[in-house]
């Protein structure tokens, strides 16, 4: 393959929009590229990855305009997608999840899958820098036929990136992405989310010892279905067998999962490729056993509600607070609340009836 | 004092309406009872406790003439609220919390303070004889002059207790309660919501060892401003030195907390008394040192803050769901989506609509 500059790579593969590369030479080449819902579920459901990636970036504009036309996209593409599993990938910084990524991905793509893999990460402000970055630290599976990688949309709450991730995985999956990959960092909030969209939960973790000094957090630990201890080679290995064995006690002390699924702990080396089909064949075993006891279709339909619920309570805000009556009064009701001169409560209901009468 | 029959005495406290003790009798007094704003700002001025209780049955009903009426209660009340120390107390069930509180709020009594005890609890049922239970388990306490108790309402969800015991607090302080207890039961959600709501956050743990063993998460354990080892008496007392040390080794794990208070931990037992004035000793000094920091006031115009934006959205989802086109509606919707015929955000859309534009 010849070497190609990396931008031209990017815009080749539409990972962000030309303009944000040059201004002024792309704007015409991006306005070029606009196309009609049907040609974008065409491309999509013909899996071309520069469709697909062009579709995501509807997902993440804040154009109105862009939006409507992502919600139709999505809409004609449900019918589309493939069965799949979703699985959600986690660990704290250091913890080696690019690498470990890249060597999974591997692993699963020699079986015949198509890989998605996305990011989950509001804190991250991606900027040109770190998707080139991204892209680099998974260099093989990112040049990969059958994978498909897209980092997290930069600047937008926990509730918008995660939403964007929801449906960016129903692009993914219409686009024959059977196996969707969703990395987080591990240390806050967005474990919950993404928990909220996946099936299987992997939590990687480094061979030393005890998950204070990891910075992961008891609830991340219980929603794992996988702990893999990363960097199982050369010196580290015999730790690495110990923090196994600390995981397991550990996994025991909480309540068994809804699923009948007994979480596991592995250890694996990215480096050595150590681990990493046993971790595949678990998720594989996961797949089998909550598909037959029907908890895989149950568990699917339960978070489809909670996103039915989580999304009318985003649109209910979003409208709400982007109201021009109320964004000319919230800050002084907001002042007067602070001061203490004025109830939340009626602070809120002087706001309401602002909205709702006007 | 002469002995009355316990039911008489909820009556006369105006804990529930009498109504619910006997229909046919009271039906009447209760009607009798029925106050202008004006009388129960006065009384609540006063510091009639009947008249408070009856106010805060008001902000607990679900009938939205008597929330009309609350709030304006709570409004006119807001000017008269006392300076106050709001005190979050958790625990297990089992750690002694009611006679902790009984002995706990004693020497505050002695100091010359006025006391309210309110609780949240959205999972306990409360019917009339967990009340009683409750009222006999701070026996002392609950005839005590300078105390208002009060258990959780029973039967709404967090966000609804959590708000009623918000507004319940503006209450209590308009009534010159300078110090209110808001106790929780230490396993889930409450804690965030309570800790959103007081200034000083107390957990009590037993002398046993191990955080995982009383059922205490990471996060709640980060939240407390001081952990006291309850039950530190007899045979125990070894082990509640143990424990303490534990929790001071935990504690230090911790990022340090913005009020510029260091995390303490102390043993006490509600049994012999002893630790207990450490304790209120301790509050009093968190207290004047985030007065003098600035954090005192900036904490609680931050809360004030963060109820305004929690009482918007709850009124929105509350208006939402409550709506007769959505009730309609809602359950068709939510099947579509189950099934995956529908993505849950096209379903918001078709909801929001159906919403706004009728």
Request: glycine share 8%; charged share 20%.
């Amino acid at each position: 393959m010849k070497k190609k500059d990396p931008k031209a790579l990017h815009i080749q593969k539409g990972v962000v929009s030309p303009s944000s590369i040059n201004p002024n030479l792309s704007k015409k080449r991006w306005k070029r590229k606009q196309r009609s819902v049907e040609e974008y579920v065409k491309g999509i459901k013909e899996g071309n990855r520069v469709v697909l990636s062009q579709a995501i970036t509807l997902i993440e504009s804040q154009r109105s305009s862009h939006q409507e036309l992502a919600e139709q996209i999505i809409e004609q593409c449900l019918p589309f997608a493939v069965p799949s599993i979703r699985i959600g990938i986690t660990g704290t910084p250091g913890v080696g999840k690019s690498t470990f990524i890249e060597a999974f991905g591997q692993e699963i793509v020699n079986q015949g899958h198509k890989l998605a893999v996305l990011a989950i990460d509001p804190s991250s402000q991606v900027n040109q820098g770190s998707i080139l970055g991204d892209k680099t630290r998974m260099q093989e599976l990112s040049v990969h036929p059958s994978v498909f990688i897209r980092p997290s949309p930069a600047g937008d709450s926990l509730g918008g990136v995660a939403r964007k991730t929801r449906e960016s995985i129903a692009l993914c999956e219409a686009a024959g992405y059977d196996v969707i990959l969703v990395e987080t960092v591990g240390v806050g909030q967005s474990e919950v989310a993404v928990h909220s969209m996946v099936d299987f939960f992997l939590l990687l973790l480094l061979p030393n010892s005890g998950d204070e000094l990891q910075g992961i957090k008891r609830g991340i630990m219980e929603m794992a279905d996988l702990i893999a201890i990363n960097k199982a080679d050369g010196n580290a290995l015999n730790s690495a067998k110990i923090a196994r064995k600390q995981c397991a006690n550990a996994l025991h002390l909480f309540p068994p999962k809804t699923s009948g699924w007994i979480a596991q702990s592995k250890i694996c080396s990215a480096l050595t490729k150590v681990g990493i089909p046993e971790i595949w064949e678990s998720i594989q075993q996961y797949n089998q056993q909550t598909t037959q006891n029907g908890y895989y279709e149950s568990h699917r339909a339960a978070q489809a509600e909670y996103w039915l619920h989580e999304s009318i309570v985003y649109q209910l805000k979003e409208r709400f607070f982007k109201h021009p009556h109320i964004q000319e009064k919230l800050h002084e009701i907001e002042g007067q609340v602070k001061e203490g001169s004025l109830s939340p409560f009626k602070g809120s209901e002087l706001l309401l009836k602002l909205f709702f009468d006007k």
